[in-house]
């Protein structure tokens, strides 16, 4: 169970994403006045509750208290990390249109404002800066970046959800400016996937330094993706 600092609950909370950095747990708050990161370090703050004191910790054998909080300038309904720049990224999940299993990448839904990314480093982010990316895609639900090349050249990747019926996009954004938000001509490559693919997470083999895309869904019987990175490049 997630408590903050004294060991109190965390009410009303959707841990909408989670990246492991450096033995820290980063969790999403979107919770509304937080926007923010709870960081948790499971070598110093994990705790066994006593038998007698779970009953007031919803059953729960275990906690996990955070050591510190930080805001993002914006909702951050995901969180996730791009390797080659060690930054974190951060976007909002903002839904448009009206049928659920009718929405489709239309001009109106991807120019919208509060489809957002912020990337930051650990230490130097607060809920004024720096400036959020936008426009980006709606019902945002995941997003990695990464560099392709030995030059400035990144892609980034966008995972959105419609809902439990219509099929997830995954989209590929190569060439992308992450200075001025924009996409190089060609615009974008979008791979469709079951309902509800949800956070994107890179790994690097540590061996073999191989890197792997994985995602999940949230629908019905979930599913794990596990994609060679170098497939979707």
């Known amino acids: 169970l997630l408590v903050d600092e004294h060991f109190c609950t965390l009410p009303s909370i959707h841990a909408g994403g989670i990246e492991v950095r450096n033995g820290l747990v980063y969790v999403a708050d979107s919770?509304?006045?937080?926007?923010?990161?709870?960081?948790?370090?499971?070598?110093?703050?994990?705790?066994?509750?006593?038998?007698?004191?779970q009953n007031e910790l919803f059953?729960?054998?275990?906690?996990?208290?955070?050591?510190?909080?930080?805001?993002?300038?914006?909702?951050?309904?995901?969180?996730?990390f791009d390797p080659d720049l060690s930054?974190?990224?951060?976007?909002?999940?903002?839904?448009?249109?009206?049928?659920?299993?009718m929405h489709t990448d239309s001009n109106t839904c991807t120019n919208r404002a509060d489809n957002r990314l912020v990337w930051f480093e650990d230490g130097s982010v607060?809920?004024?800066?720096?400036?959020?990316?936008?426009?980006?895609?709606?019902?945002m639900q995941g997003a990695v970046s990464v560099?392709?090349?030995t030059t400035t050249s990144t892609t980034l990747l966008i995972s959105s959800s419609y809902g439990p019926y219509a099929d997830s996009?995954?989209?590929?954004?190569?060439n992308f400016d992450r200075a001025s938000c924009k996409m190089a001509e060609g615009g974008f490559e979008t791979l469709h996937y079951p309902a509800g693919l949800e956070d994107l997470h890179i790994q690097v083999?540590?061996?073999?330094?191989?890197?792997?895309?994985?995602?999940?869904?949230?629908?019905?019987?979930?599913?794990?993706?596990v994609i060679p990175l170098d497939a979707l490049l």
């Open 169 to 174: 996009h995954l989209h590929i954004i190569r």
């Open 59 to 80: 059953g729960y054998r275990y906690v996990l208290r955070a050591v510190s909080f930080f805001h993002v300038p914006t909702k951050p309904s995901f969180i996730g």
């Open 147 to 149: 560099r392709t090349n």
């Open 31 to 53: 919770r509304k006045g937080q926007q923010g990161i709870q960081v948790f370090d499971i070598a110093t703050n994990l705790f066994e509750v006593p038998e007698h004191l």
């Open 87 to 101: 930054m974190f990224l951060v976007g909002t999940y903002a839904h448009c249109g009206n049928a659920v299993g």
């Open 126 to 139: 607060s809920m004024t800066s720096p400036k959020p990316c936008s426009p980006l895609f709606s019902e």
């Open 205 to 225: 083999d540590q061996k073999s330094k191989h890197r792997y895309l994985w995602a999940l869904t949230e629908f019905g019987t979930r599913m794990v993706f």
